[in-house]
């Protein structure tokens, strides 16, 4: 190509030719999307609009167990009973608030949408997973039924981090210590890890699920024999079904192989609800009152709810872009192509086939992720590695609703732990392999950069 050529394309591409816009942007969910929105802050709550009435019915008794709250056993709604006997919610929906986004605790406050993993070094040498804390077990539990005693009070502290933008402009970063009181049953490990993890919104997991393993495995490039920079790691995780490792796509390292594994994981992990996939309770050797405590049954949640629960979270959908090729819309996505975000954040898929699922199979979506491991740096880190993920490794999280968020759940908390307030803070937190991308991001003119922040508010 002759230099003027590569001039003009390069204008032609910053810009946002809107040429180059494809109508089904508008529907990043194809047939699954909400078409029309009646209210930003229920954005997230629609079944997928390809759903015939029959199956709307799984989708609305899974939306009922997913928002109540689950009550110590024994009950009188024995359906909903065997909450804990310690847990981190009662319902999925003190997280995941209108199927939203958790926020980051403010300091000294009780930390309500963000959990704590935790593991001491090691792996299982069957399953591979990260070994728990001996007393405390994989995740920190800070609530608990009547009679039995809460883990711990965990809370955060932030301190400020100030940077500069190219341009001499200044902005401020902030990075969290983690600090547990109150702990039930004595010290932890000394060499305890923690990870703190913040609840992701819901919608468009199903199709998630469709996008075929092989298009992972041909996009992964763990030895970057590309020699872009950008490697992208597929997951795998153990499956306790099959008893055998399976492609990890879900949770902010993409701990869990399906939305079902991810229900379930939830379900035993979070509200102490145990089910045929994850049968234990989580009481360490020494906590008697949580062994001795009575259970909802066993399991706790049958395979029929279980099933309608991740019915219900599969088929959430992405709601419409109808300005998504609006002049300064397009723009910013240019830019976002330029700093080379599509490395990771990969805009658009063709589904594959999800068994039980005609509706999520063979749409084109836009969710802007490629679902694969990538190093982001230490200062993302949480030295605690899980499978094929590093510390430093974690899975590019989708972008679509993203711009919803503040509506829906008022605040505009981002990252795996929330740390970040906005998108601009978001992107700066970069590095590793995305340390070019932050930087052609940091070093823009404020009016780019603020156009690339106007794309990501139109997902
Ligand atoms: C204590 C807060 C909390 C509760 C309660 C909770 N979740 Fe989550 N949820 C999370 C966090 C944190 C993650 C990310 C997990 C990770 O990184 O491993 C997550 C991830 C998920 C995902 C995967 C989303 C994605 O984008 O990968 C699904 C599906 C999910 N939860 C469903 C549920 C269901 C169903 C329930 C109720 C049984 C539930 N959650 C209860 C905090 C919570
Ligand atoms: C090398 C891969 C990679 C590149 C390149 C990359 N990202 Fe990311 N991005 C990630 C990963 C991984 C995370 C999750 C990090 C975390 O939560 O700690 C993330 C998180 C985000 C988030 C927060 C999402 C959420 O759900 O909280 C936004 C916004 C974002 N990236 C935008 C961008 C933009 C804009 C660019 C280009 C300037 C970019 N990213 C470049 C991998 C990448």
Request: one cysteine or more.
């Amino acid at each position: 190509m002759t230099r003027f050529a590569l001039a003009s394309l390069v204008v032609l591409v910053a810009c946002g030719d809107p040429d180059d816009f494809d109508a089904s942007e508008r529907l990043p969910g194809g047939d699954t999307t909400l078409r029309l929105l009646v209210s930003r802050s229920q954005a997230f709550t629609f079944p997928a609009s390809n759903l015939s009435s029959e199956r709307r019915e799984a989708f609305f008794t899974g939306n009922a167990f997913f928002n109540q709250a689950w009550v110590a056993a024994p009950a009188s709604t024995t359906a909903r009973d065997g909450l804990g006997p310690t847990f981190v919610a009662p319902a999925c929906s003190t997280c995941h608030f209108r199927d939203g986004r958790g926020a980051a605790a403010e300091p000294g406050e009780p930390m309500v949408d963000v959990l704590l993993r935790l593991s001491v070094p090691g792996t299982d040498p069957v399953t591979g997973e990260p070994l728990p804390e001996p007393v405390y077990g994989g995740q920190l539990q800070p609530f608990a039924i009547d009679g039995v005693p809460g883990e711990g009070r965990p809370t955060v502290e932030w301190t400020e981090v100030p940077g500069t933008y190219g341009d001499g402009s200044g902005y401020s970063l902030r990075r969290p210590t983690y600090v547990i009181d109150e702990l039930a049953h004595g010290p932890m490990a000394a060499d305890v890890r923690i990870s703190p993890r913040v609840a992701p919104h819901m919608i468009g997991l199903g199709l998630l699920e469709a996008i075929p393993a092989e298009w992972l495995e041909a996009r992964a490039d763990p030895d970057d024999l590309d020699g872009d920079g950008i490697r992208g790691v597929v997951q795998r995780v153990w499956d306790p079904l099959t008893e055998s490792l399976m492609i990890g796509r879900f949770g902010w390292k993409a701990e869990q192989p399906t939305v079902l594994h991810q229900t379930a994981g939830a379900f035993n992990g979070d509200l102490g609800i145990t089910s045929s996939l994850f049968p234990g309770e989580h009481c360490g050797p020494t906590q008697t009152e949580c062994r001795d405590a009575p259970n909802g049954g066993e399991p706790e949640i049958d395979d029929e709810l279980l099933d309608k629960v991740a019915f219900y979270a599969r088929t959430l959908a992405p709601p419409a872009r109808p300005n998504g090729d609006d002049p300064d819309i397009l723009e910013g996505r240019g830019l976002f192509r330029d700093f080379g975000c599509t490395d990771c954040h990969v805009a658009e898929h063709v589904t594959g086939a999800l068994e039980g699922f005609p509706e999520l199979e063979g749409q084109r979506i836009w969710p802007y992720t490629d679902l694969l491991l990538h190093d982001l740096g230490p200062e993302l880190g949480d030295d605690r590695p899980v499978q094929s993920a590093s510390g430093n490794h974690w899975r590019t999280p989708p972008l679509w609703g993203l711009g919803f968020v503040p509506s829906v759940n008022g605040h505009d908390d981002l990252l795996h732990d929330g740390r970040a307030r906005g998108f601009a803070e978001a992107i700066l937190w970069h590095g590793g392999e995305a340390e070019p991308s932050r930087e052609a991001f940091r070093n823009a003119s404020a009016e780019d950069r603020a156009l690339v922040i106007t794309f990501l508010e139109s997902l």
